[in-house]
């Protein structure tokens, strides 16, 4: 079958097509059907199954004879070291860690926060909650103590599980002090902390609180794998929203692993037994979906790459890896490709490794700008293929379904929806509008298996942010459009999320931080074109009037409050100080015409601006840090 065959019959019959795929699927008790649509317009998949993600990821594989197989192989230029484990190995550690976290009270149904770096055992305490059936929410090492304590007071966990350190080029990311951080912060108390020592700092541990990870795990009775309810949530993940407090994207673990496994084969066409490699991070959804549990429930080789594109040591460290390990399909941001060719223009450094094991580079999280993909098109031989989707849906909303048929690329695009995603661009009216023509994009409901049930303790929360706006569709907070064959253009955001590196940043969160600053009476934040990381935010900073900290000052302050309140990672390095702000007669800030004088295009004076001369101010701020063309 083509891909408009495959699709359309995930159109015409849902039931059949997914209860097909969930026969790929190792059950305890089959559900009776596939969709659950009574309460809609809240769906859920395979509800009344029974079933286990661990058992899926790992035992089944030992199970049916491939328990030598390599499971997961951790390549490490930042430490110089190499590992890898087999299937029945990570079977071991997972059961036994699954026992002491059970034996310290840890059951179905409580919440475990897991805030490590690039290392197997953060896979394995993924693996090891869903073995009990904990669900675990899992924190990236960029954010700030704040960030976590965040997390702690949503998710309110009964373990935090974390390492001592993360290694950053240059400098070592201490987690311990973090986590202190944040549980000083927080009002929400975990009952205990795991912490996983490694060489590089060694933590201090909380006498009665902490434990050390080998040593809580000694004599313990290793845990079987407890079956849940399909609609039982596997995990929680924080992602960006309008405001400083982060959205809860909630995965059920029923259609997780049935689409996450239907996705292996026919878009990314692995086999198992085959070396998949997402260079990303285990704390985003790209890291859940393709570093843990895709390739595990498929049974591949899945990388647990901690190292960066560029630097560790030099921009051939991807080739090296591709090399070492065989990879045949990697799957990483535009950015890291953008920092590549910055460093190695020529693509020279490839000519010093075999690739010849690499078939296929998937792009995400991001734009793929054409320049980046022709590049990597040319240097590299294999198809490159832009796929679009969010920390929301869990696995490609549009992508090029290269198990099925490989489809022409068109540059610029992400190709055509995937089975179950009904893609419809509408007006503000949410009438679809004609091919060609720019609109917000959403998907007609029910959205497939494997996407967002709800958000954490948020409902009302889900449905206003997700349901409301275009009814019987679900909003994907991105503006873009669909062409005369289907195939879709993603342009912009609808909201005030920007993307920074492929990471997903809030504006608003970063203006609260920014307001929170003594002589700041008002701010706004934006997101400037970057050719290396597609976006970074530019603050713009009214001072209180008799302020007299000179303006120089009040920017090194702020810079650093929100490297201090929301991490590193949001690369939040730029602002100036104006007098006022561009707004509409009725106080909306002008964000979107401020984006576009960053980034030095054309714009229409908007009629319901303030006073137009505001933006002439806003244009010399900017030329002050060196946009547009920074
Ligand atoms: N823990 C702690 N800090 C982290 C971190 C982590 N896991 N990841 C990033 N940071 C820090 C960085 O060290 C940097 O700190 P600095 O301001 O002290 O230099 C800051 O957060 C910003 O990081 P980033 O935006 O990633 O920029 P960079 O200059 O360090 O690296 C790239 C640039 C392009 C090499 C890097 O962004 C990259 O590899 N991107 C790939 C994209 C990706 O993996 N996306 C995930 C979604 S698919
Ligand atoms: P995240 O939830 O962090 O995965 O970020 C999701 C957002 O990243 C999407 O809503 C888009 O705005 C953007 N995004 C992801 N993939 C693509 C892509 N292939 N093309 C354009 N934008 C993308």
């Not at 275009?470 to 503006?479: M, Q, R, V």
């Not at 713009?540 to 120089?552: D, Q």
């Amino acid at each position: 079958m083509g891909y408009a065959e495959v699709y359309e019959r995930a159109k015409s019959d849902p039931y059949g097509f997914w209860m097909d795929a969930a026969d790929a699927i190792d059950w305890d008790t089959p559900p009776s059907k596939a969709l659950f649509a009574d309460n809609a317009p809240l769906y859920e998949w395979f509800s009344d199954g029974m079933v286990n993600t661990c058992w899926n990821a790992v035992d089944r594989h030992v199970e049916a004879g491939h328990g030598e197989r390599i499971a997961i192989i951790h390549d490490s230029p930042v430490t110089h070291t190499r590992r890898e484990i087999s299937y029945v190995e990570l079977r071991n550690r997972v059961a036994t860690l699954a026992g002491a976290l059970r034996a310290k009270g840890v059951e179905k149904g409580d919440t475990v926060i897991i805030y490590m770096p690039m290392i197997p055992e953060a896979l394995e305490a993924m693996l090891a909650c869903a073995r009990i059936g904990a669900i675990h929410s899992v924190v990236f090492g960029g954010f700030a103590a704040n960030e976590l304590a965040v997390r702690v007071d949503d998710a309110k966990p009964k373990c935090i599980i974390a390492a001592s350190c993360g290694i950053e080029p240059g400098r070592i990311v201490h987690y311990k002090p973090l986590l202190d951080g944040a549980l000083e912060a927080a009002t929400h108390q975990p009952d205990f902390c795991v912490i996983f020592q490694r060489e590089q700092e060694v933590a201090k541990l909380t006498e009665g609180r902490d434990f050390n990870w080998h040593g809580f795990q000694y004599g313990v009775e290793p845990a079987d794998c407890v079956p849940v309810e399909g609609n039982h949530p596997a995990y929680v993940l924080y992602t960006s929203g309008t405001t400083g407090q982060p959205k809860g994207v909630v995965r059920h673990t029923a259609g997780h692993l049935v689409a996450l496994n239907w996705s292996m084969r026919n878009i990314y066409d692995m086999n198992p037994g085959e070396v998949f490699w997402a260079a990303s991070d285990v704390g985003w959804v790209v890291g859940h979906s393709y570093i843990c549990y895709a390739p595990l429930v498929f049974g591949c080789t899945t990388i647990v790459f901690e190292g960066k594109p560029v630097g560790t040591p030099d921009a051939g460290t991807f080739w090296r890896v591709i090399r070492d390990h065989k990879v045949k399909c990697l799957f990483t941001a535009p950015t890291a490709f953008r920092a590549i060719k910055r460093e190695d223009p020529r693509g020279e450094l490839i000519g010093n490794y075999d690739i010849s094991s690499l078939e296929t580079l998937f792009l995400a999280g991001e734009r793929a700008d054409p320049d980046t993909i022709t590049w990597a098109q040319d240097k590299l031989g294999v198809p490159v293929i832009d796929h679009w989707w969010q920390t929301e849906t869990g696995w490609a909303i549009a992508a090029n379904p290269m198990g099925i048929e490989p489809l022409p690329v068109k540059l610029g695009s992400p190709s055509v929806p995937m089975p179950g995603y009904d893609v419809q661009i509408l007006d503000e009216g949410g009438h679809p509008v004609p091919d060609g023509e720019l609109g917000a994009i959403a998907v007609k409901l029910p959205l497939p298996p494997g996407t967002l049930p709800t958000l954490w303790n948020a409902e009302a929360r889900y449905r206003k942010s997700y349901l409301e706006h275009f009814p019987g569709y679900y909003e994907t907070g991105d503006a873009g459009m669909k062409d005369e064959d289907g195939y879709l253009y993603i342009m912009a955001r609808t909201d005030d999320v920007i993307n920074v590196a492929g990471h997903r940043l809030s504006t608003g969160a970063m203006e609260e931080v920014l307001a929170a600053h003594p002589d700041v009476a008002e701010c706004a934040v934006i997101g400037a074109s970057d050719t290396l990381k597609g976006q970074v935010p530019v603050g713009f900073l009214c001072l209180n009037s008799g302020t007299t900290a000179p303006a120089e000052s009040v920017v090194a302050d702020c810079v650093k409050l929100v490297r201090d309140r929301i991490g590193p990672v949001a690369a939040f390095k730029l602002a100036v100080v104006v007098d006022r702000l561009p707004k509409t007669r009725s106080g909306k800030i002008l964000r979107g015409t401020m984006v576009k004088i960053a980034d030095g295009e054309d714009f229409k004076l908007p009629a319901t601006i303030d006073d137009p001369a505001i933006l002439d101010e806003i244009g010399a701020a900017l030329k002050s840090i060196g946009y547009p063309g920074a």
